[in-house]
Nanobody, 126 residues
Framework: QVQLGESGGGLVQAGGSLRLSCAAS????????MGWFRQFPGKEREFVGA????????GYADSVKGRFTISRDNVENTVYLQMNNLKPEDTAVYYC???????????????????WGQGTQVTVSS
């Protein structure tokens, strides 16, 4: 089992940057594929980006491709989401998620993930 905690959210102007962090408990972090999702008010949680357990493979939603970068540090048990050129439409609660895997893939669907953090608010002003 793993527990996740996000940090790094906040208020930023359009065009600015934020880096979200998600710290994981436990000693088997490298056994988990990780993902970032976001949720707009009244909407379902949507995929933002994901990374394989080794960090070798990543995938992104089209809406953030070229602006957001996911990475991980398996020594520090942390996954990151670097968000550049932020837009007001990126305003949402951002969640990290973990899926225990035995392969090198990453996952885009929220139902694939077993564990979730509590979320961190990102607000982008125009």
């Amino acid at each position: 089992q793993v527990q996740l905690g996000e940090s790094g959210g906040g208020l930023v102007q359009a065009g600015g940057s934020l880096r979200l962090s998600c710290a994981a408990s436990g000693r088997t972090f490298s056994s988990y594929a990780m993902g970032w999702f976001r949720q707009f008010p009244g909407k379902e949680r949507e995929f933002v980006g994901a990374i394989s357990r080794s960090g070798a493979r990543m995938g992104y939603a089209d809406s953030v491709k070229g602006r957001f970068t996911i990475s991980r540090d398996n020594v520090e048990n942390t996954v990151y989401l670097q968000m550049n050129n932020l837009k007001p439409e990126d305003t949402a609660v951002y969640y990290c998620a973990a899926k225990l895997v035995s392969n090198g893939g990453y996952y885009r669907e929220r139902y694939e993930y077993n564990y979730w953090g509590q979320g961190t608010q990102v607000t982008v002003s125009s």
